[in-house]
RNA sequence: GCGGGCGUGGUGGAACUGGUAGACGCGCCGGACUCAAAAUCCGGUUCUGGUGACAGAGUGUCGGUUCGAUUCCGACCGCCCGCACCA
């Protein structure tokens, strides 16, 4: 044989030959409702918003869920793995405006474009099921869901301030303000008041907390990232009546935590955009300046000044209910309107923030919470905000602070002063955007009905594609007649809304639609009701709590409306870590693409100019650093399955890869390297199982079956690179054997067997190109059950065990596996003789199959 | 500031419920094949001392539990991530 000639595998001509023949064979088609009674297993990746091209980030995370869905298929599961695209968005609006580019023509170009490089990539995707965001079937759908969620009581209209950027008229979110200033525009944010539809997510917080606790299959810090983010915090609502009415004001509501201090109180705050703050700046010139500035403060010189605690003495006072006396009210910056009552009372022995109001404007510091009874602390610069005894409290006194709050609030329902109360930091969900490319939102604003909704018979309302982006704003405004469309209920001239949904709605339900992606209602309740929930999620990091937990909020709400039958939508979730590489720059500081750095031994240099290079930081590949490497250039030079291979090999999954060409070349010899043995496995004669084997053949066949074993629960646990280990190990240990015999041709054969098997799920075309020549004939890998170790050869017949003197290593001696302790002891002594001369023996420690260690003393 | 996580060779990392630390890859060194190169194959590679068998040290630092600690406990140092005046 010319192993140099035939033995080179050519990826380019194989790859898209398999490619084929799992399409023809439907290997990886699933039914909405299937017939059949295997287990389903639902893999799903957080599916991509289609910019053009695909990065090296995908092809990281459709991997890791490729090799999940392959394995599990090989396990007799009924696979369900879906794709499609999460096409609305800001990107194709700002390409429209560039380059006047149609924004739907743009996303569908984008999308034919990633669909044929995720395709290249041989990912066993059910490319039936196939849709995009923007499919007018896809978001059509969605506004039936949004109908029935209103019908449901979980939508509502209401005002809220919203960050307006005044150039290009359009709202923006909180990561879009940069320094105060629109991120695009650079023009000064203001904040402007807008009616905006919500969808009632705080009406699940209670059940989107405990939820978490089910989820046995999810990372922990997501889970805890979420509960920080839903933010439960238990206290009391206590009602402080004003010396004097003000207004329409007798009194002020507060929430706190610490009802137990309320005898330490000093004054109370109100959040400068309170009802009240305003009351008093209505005839208070000072006010009204402090109640402006505090509203500046939101800007630029917020990052500088946060720490910095101000307030306003508005000259009012409160009684407190449960002493009687009177305090102060005054406006501080620190209080947040938006959470709790906008209101709070400062106790300053108890919490910092008061405790530093207090000393800034040198008001009492009363203090109501020691360490012990007998010891009443002194105040220093710290606030005494953890646990203890109360003090100077009257009927609290001597109560433990935990004991106190429950008195407390007790008492405070007797007064008819105060309750107790849960409260949320989760806000509900705005949904409006003053957006084109989006879901339009399905109602029209009469003004003689108020808001109606589309009527179902009308639905999908349709983006109109005649749109004109000439103008700053929302083009759906100024489209001529868009709009213009009579009320459903009285028939009158109204007008269309022109908002469109913000684009997490879109992500928020996908996962079910794929379930029965042509059904005429958006989901297929019996196919929802087999495939949900989705067993492996997979994807990054930064969606741990918007998307995630939209997504959660979502299946909820559908399965109140009807929808679906789980609460629940993703049983177990993966996230992976980034892709990063090193960065580069020429002398003049800009940044330099990989392909034109050359790195030799004296230094990095320039391709063309020959001058010196800095090589910079590891970081995440992105375009701005130009450290990025093209996946379609990678596959081109080295093929699909060494892109795969590479991924999986270097790290665990879940942590940061560093993408580096020689780690690349390292997983391509190995490609070649397979190859090459399997070529010449397959050449030689076919045997039977020998009715004995042993010596080395037998030695052989352990270790296959060995790292059958190691391979599957690698893969079950998601560690891939220890998969990847287990397997160069047996590729390794093949390419040594040596011989003929019939129990050696049968244990070298039976290994490169399983090892095509076990490789395939993560590099599919080279493990049908292998499996193809050991066993011509007999069907696709891609469809062959997942290999069984033999328990038998999984037992070792002899081990090597450490011998320690005092627990420090001082021998090994090879005994039969499983001995007992008697003739173990003896062996492991005379191993270590030399060492235990002169010695005594205390004691002898035998753990079978692991270790002796002999405790001597001189 | 609060919450969470992580520290292992030159490097990415492995090590089951405490039991021979450094699997496997990359890099590096040496060798084979070749006119030469590429490709491929073989050997070596934690550090220190020694030609060597071998000896000593070693999983961020210090201490503890144990016959035995990368693994368990405590304190400290360093790095990373999330939230950030949430009352």
């Not at 669909?115 to 007018?136: I, N, Y």
């Not at 929802?528 to 709400?557: C, K, M, S």
């Not at 030079?637 to 999986?648: E, H, I, N, P, S």
Request: aromatic share 10%.
């Amino acid at each position: 044989m010319s192993d140099s000639e035939t033995a080179r595998y050519d990826f380019a001509t194989a790859e898209p030959y398999w490619q084929g023949q799992w399409d023809k064979a439907g290997c990886f088609a699933a039914e909405d409702v299937p017939s059949g009674a295997r287990p389903k297993y639902y893999v799903l990746e957080m599916f991509p918003y289609p910019s053009g091209k695909i990065h090296m980030g995908h092809v990281r995370n459709y991997t890791l869920g490729d090799v999940v869905a392959r394995y599990k298929r090989a396990q007799g599961f009924d696979v369900l793995h879906p794709m499609g695209w999460d096409a609305f968005g800001l990107p194709a609006e700002n390409a429209a405006r560039e380059n006047k580019a149609d924004p739907a023509s743009w996303t569908y170009g984008n999308i034919a474009n990633m669909r044929g490089e995720l395709q290249r990539m041989g990912f066993s995707l059910d490319w039936s099921r196939e849709f995009a965001t923007c499919d007018p079937e896809y978001y059509g759908q969605q506004q039936k869901i949004f109908i029935d969620f209103w019908k449901a009581g979980l939508v509502e209209r209401r005002d809220a301030l919203v960050n307006w950027d005044p150039v290009d008229m359009t709202v923006l979110a909180n990561e879009q303000v940069i320094d105060g200033r629109g991120w695009r525009s650079g023009a000064l944010v203001e904040k402007k008041k807008l009616s905006q539809w919500f969808l009632k997510i705080t009406d699940f917080a209670q059940e989107l907390l405990d939820g978490l606790k089910t989820l046995e299959r999810w990372p922990e810090r997501v889970k805890l990232m979420q509960e920080n983010w839903i933010g439960y915090s238990q206290g009391a609502e206590v009602y402080f009546k004003l010396t004097a009415d003000i207004g329409d004001f007798a009194g002020i509501g507060v929430y706190t935590t610490r009802p137990d201090t309320l005898f330490g109180m000093s004054f109370l705050a109100i959040a400068p955009d309170h009802p009240l703050a305003r009351e008093v700046g209505r005839d208070n010139v000072a006010a009204a300046g402090f109640i402006a500035a505090c509203a500046s403060q939101g800007t630029s010189e917020a990052a500088i000044e946060t720490a910095e605690k101000r307030g306003f003495d508005t000259g009012l006072r409160v009684i407190n209910p449960f002493n009687g006396e009177t305090y102060p009210v005054w406006i501080a910056n620190f209080v947040l309107m938006d959470y709790g009552t906008g209101a709070i009372f400062g106790c300053p022995c108890g919490d910092q923030r008061d405790l530093d109001f207090a000393r800034k404007y040198d008001l009492p510091v009363p203090v109501v919470v020691a360490a012990r009874v007998d010891e009443v602390p002194v105040i220093g610069p710290k606030a005494l905000d953890g646990e203890g005894v109360i003090v100077n409290s009257g009927f609290l006194t001597g109560l433990s602070t935990a004991e106190a709050k429950a008195v407390a609030i007790a008492r405070l329902v007797e007064m008819g002063a105060g309750k107790g109360v849960t409260n949320w930091r989760l806000r509900d969900w705005g949904i409006s955007r003053q957006r084109y490319w989006g879901c339009p939102i399905p109602v029209i604003h009469c003004t003689a009905c108020g808001p109606v909704p589309v009527p179902e018979h009308d639905l999908p309302v349709i983006l109109p594609r005649d749109v004109s982006f000439e103008r700053p704003g929302n083009p759906l405004e100024h489209h001529p007649d868009w709009s213009h469309v009579d009320c459903p209920a009285c028939g009158k001239l109204a007008r269309r809304e022109t908002d469109t949904f913000d684009t997490f709605i879109d992500s928020s339900w996908y996962f079910a639609r794929f379930c029965a992606p042509q059904s005429e209602t958006p989901t297929l309740l019996a196919a929802v009701n087999h495939w949900l929930p989705v067993d492996q999620y997979v994807g990054g990091i930064e969606h741990a709590i918007l998307h995630l937990l939209y997504a959660r909020f979502f299946t909820r709400a559908l399965e109140r409306t009807g929808h679906v039958t789980v609460k629940e939508p993703f049983a177990g979730l993966f996230t992976q870590g980034m892709v990063t590489h090193e960065s580069y720059k020429d002398e003049g500081g800009s940044w330099l693409y990989p392909e034109q750095v050359i790195k030799s031994a004296n230094g990095a240099v320039h391709r063309d100019t020959g001058l010196p290079v800095t090589v910079g930081r590891i970081e995440k590949m992105s375009k701005s650093k130009r450290n990025t490497v093209d996946p379609a250039a990678i596959v081109g030079k080295y093929g699909a399955d060494t892109a795969r291979w590479f991924v999986l090999s270097d790290n665990p999954p879940e942590r940061d890869v560093e993408w580096t060409e020689s780690g690349v070349q390292g997983a391509y010899r190995f490609v070649q390297r397979l190859y090459r043995l399997a070529v010449q496995v397959a050449g030689e004669r076919r045997v039977a199982l020998p009715a004995t084997v042993s010596g080395e053949a037998r030695k052989l066949r352990q270790l296959t079956h060995r790292t059958i074993a190691a391979v599957t629960e690698a893969l079950d646990s998601f560690a891939f690179n220890v998969a990847v280990a287990r397997l160069y190990e047996l590729t390794g240990a093949l390419s040594a054997t040596q011989g003929d015999t019939d129990e050696m041709l049968f244990a070298r054969f039976e290994g490169a067997a399983m090892l095509a098997r076990l490789v395939a799920p993560m590099m599919p075309h080279l493990g049908e190109e292998v499996y193809g020549r050991l066993c011509p004939g007999q069907g696709l890998v891609a469809q062959q059950p997942w290999p069984q170790a033999n328990q038998a050869l999984l037992v070792l017949d002899e081990v090597t065990i450490a011998v320690q003197v005092n627990g420090k290593l001082r021998g090994t001696v090879t005994v039969p596996a499983g001995q007992e302790a008697g003739p173990t002891l003896a062996a492991a002594e005379l191993a270590v003789a030399a060492v235990l001369a002169g010695q005594t023996i205390v004691k002898k420690i035998h753990v079978p199959d692991r270790i002796v260690n002999f405790v001597v003393k001189p």
